[in-house]
């Protein structure tokens, strides 16, 4: 079964600083997407970056970055100068093919002013 | 483009009643999903449609939730008779096709007395 792991169950930084959220993965397959999405306290999932893993090129989405580095299965999002708008609850998610979405336990992220 | 519409917003009922939440996708995606979220979890796949047929409901305890999605369309997911541990929020979810990005609801957050 796929599993994805994400160590840290919070985080915080100060604004304008950078932080990096940790997600492991565990599959046998070769070709699948990783996913970081975001829930604030709306609870609507929003999608923050999406990496297909056959590219080697890592995503990057404005402040947002992943460090994605495929044989170790990990999955790392960057978010720089960070803001307020940015806590919220942050989810890993892999899915293989167009098989199911699973996701993470999730990190909290708090921003410090 | 209008997101993917839920309701309602929230919902308290006494176990053992029923419940039904309701979710209109964004125009002209094919597949929608249903998702649990419990309280400090990520979400969990409940049932995949993919226009009005059913990809997947592998996690669905059938012998109290129901789902359809009549015309390939809007969707309902039911829960009869409703259990404490149903406590949750479902979420819904569409996309073009399965493996492209999902766009999630607001949620409908479930208390169970």
């Known amino acids: 079964a796929q599993t994805v792991t994400q160590s840290q169950p919070e985080m915080s930084v100060q604004e304008a600083e950078t932080v990096t959220l940790s997600c492991t993965y565990d599959?046998?397959?070769?070709?699948?997407?990783l996913f970081w999405y975001k829930q604030p306290p709306s609870r609507q999932m929003i999608l923050v970056i999406r990496?297909?893993?056959?590219?080697?090129q890592n995503a990057t989405e404005n402040r947002f970055s992943v460090n994605f580095q495929k044989a170790a299965k990990s999955f790392s999002l960057k978010i720089s100068d960070s803001q307020l708008g940015d806590a919220a609850m942050y989810f890993c998610?892999?899915?293989?093919?167009?098989?199911?979405?699973?996701f993470g336990t999730g990190t909290r992220l708090t921003i410090i002013p | 483009e209008a997101g993917v519409a839920q309701s309602p917003r929230y919902k308290i009922i006494e176990k053992r009643q029923s419940v039904a939440f309701w979710c209109n996708p964004i125009?002209?995606?094919?597949?929608l999903y249903w998702y649990q979220q419990i309280l400090g979890q990520g979400p969990k796949l409940l049932i995949q449609?993919?226009?009005?047929?059913?990809?997947?409901d592998s996690q669905l305890p059938k012998d109290r939730f129901s789902a359809e999605r009549l015309k390939g369309v809007d969707s309902t997911l039911k829960i009869q008779p409703a259990k404490l541990e149903d406590s949750a929020v479902y979420l819904c979810?569409?996309?073009?096709?399965?493996?492209?990005?999902?766009?999630f609801g607001d949620g409908t957050r479930l208390s169970i007395l």
């Open positions: 979810a569409s996309s073009l096709i399965g493996a492209q990005p999902q766009h």
């Open positions: 599959t046998s397959e070769s070709d699948y997407y």
């Open positions: 990496q297909e893993a056959y590219k080697q």
């Open positions: 998610a892999y899915q293989p093919g167009n098989e199911k979405l699973t």
């Open positions: 125009s002209g995606h094919a597949t």
């Open positions: 449609f993919q226009n009005n047929g059913v990809v997947d």
